[in-house]
């Protein structure tokens, strides 16, 4: 069940009643701009929103709390302190959410019979402007602040075209499992570019990782990951650098992707992607005759064979392969699901999941499927 009910103010008997609900749970989004300038934002002096958020994420349980940032607009609310200020508002949501400005003709007129500078041209798009140099400015704020709330880019800012036009990355992790809880290791990460919907092989990062501690053998740790082939590889603190340029900005495809992301997240908590997408979700919805394992579906969509020449000298349950499978995986159960194409924002309601609110739990072996699900 979904539905949405819009309210000025949110108080105290407000969120007793939402945690009183047994059989639905309520997410409330507070709109929040930062911007000090009344002739764009008529509400700019009053503190609703700021005092309504602050009582949400004191009382609430069941009941979650997300702020929308909107909109960002160049010489508006992208100054470091107003930045700073609005991360600061969010630090205890659930998420924070950002986006830009509707740029259409009535809005732009408007603005501007008012004497505000609107810094985009006349070439008026339906749908929200956010440049890539203010979404840079946006995560590297949100990296300065120190904040552990999630960060997410609303995906309507590029999502109207086809889904192949958008920027993903398909990713796979290894790791020394689990069962190491807060002292699990990474052991090889495999990133490739989605372009024009298919793997992007040249621009592919694959690499080991070496933990910097003994791994003992074990049958659940993948095939190769020695002690021996882990000692010459570079480090976790060598690597990250390179992850983030590669991920940050980026809609990350995995398969199972919040396995994935629970890790990376614990070991690379900086790191920024705008949302995740996972395989084994839209294969979920489409009811194959096949299990839905990364090789069975590889197997059953006759995928097997490109996957190894692609990641020659690679093996299921590696990086490299599985990265691979996943990246061809994503445009085949498109095409099963979407036979004459389809949208990001179509892709994303159906295989998207949010990244768990907050730092990685200490002790934690699970994580939550979607943000609002349980444990």
């Not at 900005?249 to 996972?278: E, F, M």
């Amino acid at each position: 069940m979904s539905g949405t009910w819009t309210r000025f103010r949110v108080t105290d008997a407000d969120m007793a009643a939402l945690e009183r609900l047994r059989n639905l749970r309520v997410t409330l989004l507070f709109t929040y701009s930062g911007i000090t300038d009344p002739r764009v934002e008529p509400i700019a002096k009053s503190a609703i929103t700021l005092t309504s958020l602050g009582t949400a994420c004191r009382a609430r349980n069941r009941t979650k709390a997300i702020l929308y940032w909107r909109p960002i607009v160049p010489g508006w609310n992208d100054d470091p302190a107003t930045m700073a200020r609005v991360l600061d508002v969010g630090r205890d949501a659930d998420a924070i959410v950002f986006t830009g400005y509707y740029h259409k003709v009535q809005n732009a007129e408007y603005l501007r019979s008012l004497g505000v500078d609107v810094p985009y041209s006349d070439g008026y798009d339906r749908r929200k402007v956010m440049p890539a140099e203010l979404d840079e400015k946006v995560i590297a704020a949100w990296r300065e602040s120190g904040a552990s709330v999630p960060l997410f880019r609303k995906t309507s800012c590029g999502s109207h075209g086809d889904w192949t036009t958008a920027q993903l990355v398909a990713l796979d992790l290894e790791g020394s499992g689990a069962q190491d809880r807060d002292s699990e290791a990474i052991l090889e990460i495999s990133v490739v570019p989605i372009t024009a919907g298919q793997p992007d092989m040249p621009a592919a990062y694959p690499t080991l990782v070496n933990p910097g501690r003994a791994i003992p053998r074990r049958p659940w740790i993948s095939p190769g990951l020695t002690a021996d082939a882990l000692a010459g590889a570079p480090g976790p603190a060598e690597v990250g650098p390179e992850l983030a340029r590669r991920v940050d900005g980026q809609a990350v495809v995995g398969h199972n992707v919040s396995v994935d992301w629970r890790l990376l997240h614990r070991r690379y908590p900086a790191i920024a992607p705008t949302a995740l997408i996972d395989t084994l979700r839209l294969a979920r919805s489409l009811n194959l005759e096949s299990k839905n394992s990364l090789s069975a579906l590889t197997d059953h969509l006759g995928l097997t064979g490109q996957v190894e020449r692609l990641a020659a000298g690679s093996q299921p349950h590696r990086a490299l392969w599985d990265t691979v499978a996943t990246a061809l995986l994503l445009p085949a159960l498109v095409a099963i699901r979407w036979p004459t194409g389809t949208t990001l924002s179509a892709l994303m309601e159906t295989a998207a999941i949010l990244v768990p609110a907050g730092p990685a739990r200490p002790g934690a072996t699970s994580v939550q499927d979607t943000l609002f699900g349980p444990a």
